[in-house]
């Protein structure tokens, strides 16, 4: 059938409309007329398959990855960087209408540059044991690469003599993680499916920096609970003068040239207020706890990974700061050391699931919390808790838009609730 794209919307789509019912269009721009096949056949809405653009966009351009469409990755590459923020932008603003029911301009736009690639300081390939890559788009088929254009280029590096090595030594890991640092340093992690796999592994780090890179400082094999390590689990991360112990199971925030501006913008909603005490929920390694630290009276990270806050309390340290704590607890458990710690101001740095109605509502009780910093990394999650908030009388001041995930409909924000 033949449809025309009237916007865009959150989760990478284009979207038409036939006869009062919704069809959804990946890799289309608005403005345009396309012609699709059915996938899926709801109630209310369709998902589609572009098949042909009658009428293209002049917007369009042709992407620089030919991975394009095939891995599951990016999805707006076919529309240039600057047109990406303004997709953002709209996409952004309609979650906040259509389930926020609030018209909020965005007041700042954060990003790095008009380039936009060699961005992630983070990845997870998948193998099975001839193709090394990514996904497919919904599906679990993997799409054989040889180079990805938003990684760093020293993991980028790797891909290749990556896929050498499990083929010489008959590896086939489900997922290799890799995280790398400032200067390029790794670590890597080899998931298998079965702990049979662990007796093939090449115990021998000097093996690892022959094959695959001198710069990996650290190696972990594991299957089923069971781990081998080789070298370091962990590396040193400095950002804006903060030094983070990042371990290879742990959560960082994955644009090596926005992580800085991240912090700065968050912390530049704190430092100036005096606060007695800070709250942060979900805070990972530290990243916005340490920082706080140097403007706050006494600091309280709440996390339930357990790597990461062996992280943040060795990252304490790092940053000689002797007035922020972390507790290993989830979020609903931790409320109850809220109560008892009486912050004036909260930081909130969810997974895409958000905060929820539940810790909102008890959070709101405590009396002496005038503020809200929340970081959000889905829009959806981020406009649900927007009407939670206002219930208790905390009203968004402010909305930044930080693109943390150039060429992918990804959209990461810092919205500044306070209290009337």
């Known amino acids: 059938m033949r449809l025309k794209i009237e916007k865009f919307v959150y989760g990478g789509h284009g979207i038409g409309y036939d006869e009062g019912k919704s069809f959804f269009v990946p890799y289309t721009l608005p403005g345009e007329e396309v012609e699709v096949e059915i996938l899926k056949d709801k109630k209310s809405y369709c998902e589609c398959e572009l098949k042909r653009i009658v009428n293209t966009s002049p917007l369009r351009q042709e992407p620089p990855c030919s991975y394009y469409q095939l891995c599951g990755g990016c999805d707006i590459q076919h529309t240039p960087y600057q047109n990406q923020i303004n997709l953002k932008v709209e996409m952004l603003k309609e979650q906040l209408i259509r389930v926020g029911k609030l018209d909020k301009e965005i007041d700042e736009v954060v990003v790095e540059s008009m380039e936009a690639f060699r961005y992630r300081n983070r990845v997870q390939f998948k193998f099975d044991g001839k193709n090394f890559g990514f996904y497919r788009k919904e599906s679990n088929q993997i799409v054989d690469v040889s180079s990805c254009l938003i990684l760093k280029e020293d993991i980028d590096e790797l891909i290749r003599p990556l896929k050498r090595f499990l083929i010489k030594y008959g590896l086939c890991p489900s997922s290799i993680h890799i995280f790398s640092n400032e200067k390029n340093e790794k670590v890597v992690r080899f998931v298998f499916k079965d702990r049979s796999d662990l007796l093939n592994v090449v115990p021998r780090i000097d093996i690892i920096h022959e094959e695959i890179s001198p710069l990996i400082r650290g190696v972990t094999f594991e299957a089923d609970g069971q781990k081998l390590g080789l070298g370091e689990g962990f590396l040193f991360y400095r950002v804006n003068g903060y030094l983070f112990r990042v371990s290879i199971d742990s959560f960082f925030q994955v644009n090596k040239f926005l992580v800085g501006r991240l912090i700065s913008k968050v912390i530049g909603e704190i430092g100036d207020e005096g606060f007695k005490r800070v709250l942060d929920f979900y805070c990972g390694v530290g990243t916005f706890s340490i920082p706080t630290g140097f403007y706050a009276g006494e600091v309280l990270g709440i996390e339930s990974n357990d790597s990461a806050v062996r992280d943040a309390k060795a990252n304490v340290r790092h940053n000689n700061l002797k007035n922020v704590k972390f507790l290993k607890a989830k979020v609903e458990k931790g409320l ?29 009780n405590i009396s002496q919390v005038r503020k809200i910093v929340y970081v959000s990394c889905n829009p959806s999650t981020l406009a649900r808790d927007v009407t939670y908030l206002a219930k208790y009388s ?3 001041r402010r909305i930044k838009l930080v693109d943390m995930f150039p060429q992918t409909h990804h959209i990461e924000s ?7």
């Open 336 to 364: 109850k050391y809220a109560f008892d710690f009486k912050p004036e101001c909260i930081i909130f740095d969810p997974p895409r699931g958000g905060v929820g109605r539940d810790v909102i509502g008890r959070i709101s």
């Open 394 to 396: 905390f009203n968004l």
């Open 414 to 420: 810092i919205s500044v609730f306070e209290r009337d």
